[in-house]
């Protein structure tokens, strides 16, 4: 039979494993994270009259668009997800313009034709670049933006509203965190775009869209979000809802949220 010296020093040393294993595994998910987080998509679209840049303080250029309409009383500043680019949103953000709605956007750090690599800071810094590149620029009011993050979006979005005076704020499809996406529960000092955190200090109006059918960010991640909101604040959950085309997915109530939103503001 060990004696007890003999038993403490095992469990010294397999606390010292699982201790080691645990560092790694930390160290793993941060620069896992890094390539999960932005995956760079196939680019889908060349610079054209259409597009144009910003330049960022540090000197990189980032791509944008602005998809205008005089008639609009709100502009959308859009930040899209992980695996899209301008050329992608081109495929729906138009239907913003259709119901009322003007759009801008941006592409994050090495994705479509912007520079640069793309990190947490960055992203939001990016985000706020264009925030003010609307204000300044294009001369659109505070009152008269309001900040949509889809997805990965959420994340600057969130910081975006945090930083600075908008309409309102939009977060479709987005999560508590990028860890727990796939951990569920918080195990990893380091995580990204701790967006639960933010949400009881947000001051604006913010309405949460979430599929409860979303495969890649569950469902329960925006029943979290909604749940930490202070603020005004309103819910679009559509049942059997997937993550990607869940405007097209719910059909014409999906509009008639959305406008039941913007015209509270």
Do not use: C
Request: aromatic residues 12%; proline residues 7%; without cysteine.
């Amino acid at each position: 039979m060990l004696k007890m010296s003999e038993l403490a020093l095992s469990a010294g040393r397999i606390l010292i494993l699982f201790g080691i294993a645990y560092v790694l595994l930390a160290v793993g998910a941060h620069f896992l994270s890094l390539a999960m987080i932005f995956p760079r998509p196939p680019v889908k679209y060349d610079l054209g009259p259409d597009h144009f840049q910003l330049t960022a303080p540090d000197g990189v250029k980032i791509a944008a668009r602005h998809w205008a309409n005089p008639k609009a009383k709100y502009t959308l500043l859009y930040l899209h997800g992980n695996y899209e680019d301008l050329g992608s949103l081109n495929d729906y953000l138009p239907q913003f313009v259709a119901e009322g709605y003007a759009v801008f956007a941006i592409d994050y750090r090495r994705y479509g034709r912007s520079e640069g690599v793309p990190t947490e800071a960055n992203t939001a810094s990016d985000a706020a670049l264009a925030y003010d590149y609307m204000r300044t620029k294009l001369g659109i009011p505070a009152e008269r933006i309001i900040i949509f993050g889809y997805s990965l979006g959420g994340g600057p979005g969130v910081e975006l509203a945090l930083r600075r005076p908008a309409a309102g704020l939009v977060l479709q499809g987005a999560f508590v965190s990028a860890y727990r996406v796939m951990t569920v529960v918080p195990l990893f000092p380091g995580d990204k775009f701790v967006n639960l955190a933010k949400m009881p200090e947000l001051k604006l109006p913010v309405f949460v869209i979430h599929g409860t059918a979303d495969n890649t960010v569950p469902f329960w991640h925006g029943e979290r979000l909604y749940e930490a909101v202070a603020a005004r604040k309103q819910k679009l959950f559509v049942e059997g809802g997937p993550h990607a085309g869940l405007g097209d997915f719910t059909g014409p109530r999906y509009w008639e949220e959305f406008r039941k939103f913007t015209d509270s503001l």
